[in-house]
Structure formats: structure tokens, C-alpha cells
């Protein structure tokens, strides 16, 4: 009930007043039943303005500190994360992939639609980088559709590093779904997984616009830190 009553009364009104989101290709996502939205990350604007152009409710996976804290702070964000249909998932350990895994098909397999940003992380850059294969194994092992997703202009509403940006309209793209039943039992392949990632990401590109890299947004956030490092080591004066 807190999830609607943010989307229809609290929140959601307000936010189409200011930032008036546009939407495409709504028609693409299913009026019921499963399906994964995969989705590019520009921002953390993202998850409240792509399930806002929808009528469905979106479950997402969300770091499980958001559930823990402790204290009044703690609590207010344990029952907003809660009611809006977020799953605490421990991204510090090294079964952190299996359990967002699970936590899917649970999702899935209640006939709910599951929002993943198969980057994994936001894009410090604005730029589209490689996929994470989880949402091809996913993909495989429920068989259900996966809706391409592109979301456009959150980066200047909310940008890497800061908490408000810039009032702007945010587009929200979907795209046709994609079926890979034809791949249906090869899900230990990784060439396949590889594959079906890639085929995702390309389709996340062209609604976006965005420039691709081969290469997880992970390593490339590190190298741009290790590179504006050793600039502000040239310009820092001898002694």
C-alpha cells in the first residue's frame, strides 16, 4: 500500500509536475505476468522515474545497509525502502550475485516485473559500459522477456556525485522484448551468457544514445580515480 500511495498521491503527482517524464514504447511491457526491465544507470533518480511511466509496480534488488541502520534515520529508511518494493541484498560478500539471483526469481516467479541495471553500478561518465551476465543466466532460468530499458536525462536531474542537479524532462524508453528461449538448458554456457548480455546492452545502447565501452563500469570508475590522481600529482608544486 505505501508503494501506491507514494507513486499516486505523495510523490509520484509531484514529481510529474516538476520534471513532467516523458515515456516510449510503454506498450512493450506487459500488462501482467513477468518480465525483467533491464535497464542503463545514470543516476539514482533512475528507479523512481522509470517505474513512474508504467502502471505496474517494479521490484529492484537494494544494498542491504538501507534495511540495518540503526536509529530514526535507520528506521525511515527501512520502512521507505521496504514499502516501495526493494530487496535488501548483501553486496559485500562473495555469494552476492546468487542471492541478487534469487531474490529475482522469487520476484519473477510471484508474476511480478523485476528492474536490474545489468551495468551493475551507475556510469560516473554518462557513457554505457559492459554488462554483467547475471541478467542472462536470470533470463535463462526463468524464461521469462527481458524489456530493454533506457532512461535519458536523470543524470542532469540528479548527476554522479551530487544529490540535485538541474530541473529537465527525463525520458523513459522501452524497448521491444527480447526472447532467448532458444538458449533455453545453456545456461552454464559462458559464451552464450556473453552473448545474450551483449545483445541486451546493444539494445540498451540504440534507446539510449549512449556511447559504449567494452569494459565493467567497475574498473573504468577506478581508472578515471587512479588518472585524476596522478593529474592532481602534476599540478601539486615541489616543496
Same mark, same amino acid.
Do not use: C
Given at each position: 500500500?505505501?508503494?501506491?500511495? #507514494?507513486?499516486?498521491?505523495?510523490?509520484?503527482?509531484?514529481?510529474?509536475?516538476?520534471? /513532467? $517524464?516523458?515515456?516510449?514504447?510503454?506498450?512493450?511491457?506487459?500488462? +501482467?505476468?513477468?518480465?525483467?526491465?533491464?535497464?542503463?544507470?545514470?543516476?539514482?533518480?533512475?528507479?523512481?522515474?522509470?517505474?513512474?511511466?508504467? $502502471? /505496474?509496480?517494479? /521490484?529492484?534488488?537494494?544494498?542491504?545497509?538501507?534495511?540495518?541502520? $540503526? &536509529?530514526?534515520?535507520?528506521? #525511515?529508511?527501512?520502512?521507505?525502502?521496504?514499502?516501495? =518494493?526493494?530487496?535488501? *541484498?548483501?553486496?559485500?560478500?562473495?555469494?552476492?550475485? +546468487? =542471492?541478487? #539471483?534469487?531474490?529475482?526469481?522469487? %520476484?519473477?516467479?510471484?508474476?511480478?516485473?523485476?528492474?536490474?541495471?545489468?551495468?551493475?553500478?551507475?556510469?560516473?561518465?554518462? @557513457?554505457?559500459?559492459?554488462?554483467?551476465? &547475471? *541478467?542472462? @543466466?536470470?533470463?535463462?532460468?526463468?524464461?521469462? $522477456?527481458?524489456?530493454?530499458?533506457?532512461?535519458? =536525462?536523470?543524470?542532469?536531474?540528479?548527476?554522479?556525485?551530487?544529490?540535485?542537479?538541474?530541473?529537465? !524532462?527525463?525520458? %523513459?524508453?522501452?524497448?521491444?522484448?527480447?526472447?532467448?528461449?532458444?538458449?533455453?538448458?545453456?545456461?552454464?554456457? !559462458?559464451?552464450?551468457? !556473453?552473448?545474450?548480455?551483449?545483445?541486451?546492452?546493444?539494445?540498451?545502447?540504440?534507446?539510449?544514445?549512449?556511447?559504449?565501452?567494452?569494459?565493467?563500469?567497475? /574498473?573504468?570508475?577506478?581508472?578515471?580515480?587512479? +588518472?585524476?590522481?596522478?593529474? =592532481?600529482?602534476? @599540478?601539486?608544486?615541489?616543496?
Amino acid at each position: 500500500m505505501f508503494y501506491w500511495f #507514494l507513486k499516486f498521491i505523495a510523490l509520484g503527482p509531484m514529481l510529474k509536475l516538476v520534471f /513532467r $517524464p516523458k515515456s516510449e514504447g510503454v506498450e512493450n511491457v506487459p500488462s +501482467s505476468g513477468p518480465a525483467i526491465l533491464a535497464s542503463n544507470h545514470l543516476s539514482y533518480a533512475d528507479w523512481l522515474f522509470m517505474p513512474l511511466v508504467i $502502471p /505496474r509496480m517494479v /521490484r529492484f534488488v537494494a544494498k542491504a545497509e538501507y534495511f540495518t541502520s $540503526p &536509529g530514526i534515520k535507520g528506521w #525511515l529508511q527501512k520502512t521507505f525502502f521496504s514499502g516501495t =518494493g526493494n530487496i535488501p *541484498i548483501d553486496r559485500s560478500g562473495a555469494d552476492a550475485a +546468487s =542471492g541478487a #539471483l534469487l531474490s529475482a526469481k522469487r %520476484v519473477l516467479g510471484e508474476g511480478e516485473l523485476f528492474g536490474i541495471y545489468p551495468e551493475g553500478t551507475r556510469s560516473h561518465d554518462g @557513457r554505457l559500459y559492459r554488462g554483467k551476465t &547475471g *541478467i542472462a @543466466r536470470l533470463a535463462l532460468e526463468t524464461g521469462v $522477456p527481458v524489456i530493454p530499458t533506457a532512461v535519458v =536525462g536523470t543524470d542532469v536531474v540528479a548527476p554522479p556525485g551530487k544529490k540535485f542537479g538541474r530541473i529537465t !524532462r527525463p525520458t %523513459v524508453r522501452f524497448g521491444k522484448p527480447l526472447d532467448f528461449s532458444r538458449y533455453a538448458g545453456m545456461e552454464n554456457d !559462458r559464451f552464450i551468457l !556473453r552473448s545474450i548480455t551483449d545483445e541486451i546492452m546493444y539494445e540498451i545502447m540504440r534507446l539510449s544514445g549512449q556511447e559504449y565501452v567494452d569494459m565493467y563500469a567497475t /574498473r573504468a570508475k577506478d581508472e578515471s580515480k587512479k +588518472s585524476d590522481a596522478a593529474k =592532481g600529482a602534476e @599540478r601539486k608544486p615541489a616543496a
